[in-house]
């Protein structure tokens, strides 16, 4: 039998705010262990939250960026539970009236574009974290504790472990381009449960499904949907029911383990916060908002395209914000979007695969200059570009240095040309005769005596003029 595999995904990423959600402790990664942690993060009795305000703006913000509704009117809740990760017992979150609802997610996969409904995005606290010391022991950092979070929680639109990743990179792409989160998934600022089914293909009636949490990694989404789709189809061919469950996916042996039977928003008890005020928020005030949002990759994009660069290259170019602002640096200085764009991703992003950039804007525009005004060739601007990456001279010390002018004199070009069609008559006649092919290898001959710097478009120019005389 064929099945369907049906998947949402719950994506929380931390915001980059200065300080905690509901209190004035540092948010701040890698700190000392409980070193930003006061009476309000902890939960001390009689202790009052307080709502950051940059919080709220920057869940607006990732809204607003994946096309949601925002409302005007939310309220946080407590979920309450019990572990030791979260020292209140509860934490602050929101169920019923989210500040973000119904978006969507734009993704490409093997060509095609699919739209990824989103079905909400809330603003909550983080817990502490739990660190295990491998022989036995369990110890806590509060200093995660209270950090703000948004909830990203997706429809379950998508059917693969392909559109899982792609969903996933558009959104942390998206998200750094807006600035409100590092997404860093090694530091887990950016991690992801997935929620995955499998029904008879074209069935309407959805099957059971397990919940895998906090994967950490592209790669480790990847292989958990893989794992746990092929698991809940030999569970069922066998005549098994497949278990409502939390699995923790463990990325070294490569498979799903059950933490515990899943449980149901009504377990977490929500109530609305007592200490915190229902939040207004008026369409002034998202218009705000929505104008301190920069521009983002599917908006370049388009704009690149515009400038007449293909799809592929404008894929390339915007595949982190870094990239796209030194693209639009150096064009600003050089307005040729082919040529830019060329080297940026010809040499650039090959070079960016190793290590840090080493060229600033400036100076490759500097570069860029001289091959456009024909002072240099491309090969040899090409040549020029490693050497500014290796020493950090600039450009015009290199040229004269590695004596790459390019040749421009047409006196001396023509001698060039003369010595050529004088040292190779069979050419010569091979062309009058009708093989105009024989050209290439005549324009080849001036190169090579001018040591590659006669401009090449001069060489041509010029040999055909003789060559018709
Ligand atoms: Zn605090």
């Known amino acids: 039998m064929k099945y369907d595999t049906v998947i949402g995904l719950e994506v929380h990423c931390e915001l980059k705010t200065q300080t905690k959600c509901f209190c004035g402790c540092k948010n701040n990664f890698g700190d000392q262990p409980n070193s930003n942690c006061c009476p309000v993060c ?42 030791p990760d979260l020292s209140k017992a509860y934490q602050i979150s929101q169920l019923e009236k989210p500040l973000c609802v119904n978006g969507y997610v734009e993704i490409n996969v093997n060509g095609k574009t699919k739209k990824i409904r989103l079905n909400r995005i809330h603003l909550e606290e983080d817990a502490g974290k739990l660190i295990h010391d491998g022989i036995g022991g369990t110890v806590v950092d509060y200093n995660r504790g209270g950090v703000p979070l948004i909830e990203i929680v997706t429809e379950p639109d998508i059917t693969s472990a392909e559109e899982a990743v792609a969903f996933l ?50 790669k480790a989404v990847y292989r958990a949907i893989n794992y746990e789709q092929k698991r809940q189809i030999e569970e069922i061919e066998d005549g098994h029911k497949i278990i409502q469950e939390t699995l923790r996916w463990d990325d070294s042996i490569g498979e799903t383990k059950s933490m515990r039977s899943k449980e149901d928003s009504q377990d977490y008890r929500y109530f ?20 301190k949002l920069p521009k983002l990759p599917t908006e370049l994009k388009a704009e690149y395209v515009g400038y007449g660069l293909s799809d ?32 940026i991703i010809n040499e650039t992003l090959r070079k960016l695969k190793e290590e840090e950039n080493k060229i600033e804007a400036n100076r490759m525009a500097e570069l860029l200059i001289l091959i456009n005004n024909n002072e240099i060739s491309t090969t040899a601007g090409k040549q020029v570009f490693e050497e500014m990456w290796k020493t950090g001279k600039d450009a015009k010390t290199l040229v004269e240095e590695l004596g790459l002018k390019q040749l421009n004199n047409d006196d001396e070009i023509k001698k ?22 024989a050209i290439g290898f005549l324009v080849g001959q001036v190169m090579k005596n001018s040591k590659g710097k006669a401009n090449p478009q001069k060489v041509n120019e010029m040999l055909k003029a003789e060559l018709e005389k």
């Open 42 to 83: 902890l939960g001390f009795p009689g202790a009052l939250p307080v709502l950051n305000q940059k919080a709220v703006e920057y869940a607006i913000m990732a809204g607003l960026a994946f096309n949601c509704s925002i409302n005007n009117n939310t309220v946080f809740e407590r979920k309450n539970y019990f572990y």
């Open 169 to 218: 990179e558009t959104l942390k792409n998206t998200i750094a381009y807006t600035g409100i989160s590092d997404v860093k998934m090694e530091e887990g600022s950016l991690r992801c449960d997935v929620n995955l089914s499998v029904k008879p293909a074209g069935s309407e009636v959805l099957g059971t499904r397990t919940e895998m949490k906090n994967l950490n990694s592209f």
């Open 272 to 291: 609305p916060d007592p200490d915190l005020l229902p939040v207004y928020i008026s369409d002034e005030e998202i218009n705000k908002i929505k104008s």
């Open 312 to 343: 592929y290259d404008a894929s390339l170019l915007t595949e982190s914000k870094e990239i796209s602002d030194y693209f639009n640096e150096v064009l600003e200085k050089v307005n040729q979007p082919k040529l830019v764009a060329n080297f």
């Open 416 to 437: 060039l040309v003369l010595d050529a069609i004088s040292n190779f008559p069979q050419s010569v006649a091979d062309y009058k005769s009708g093989k105009t092919s």
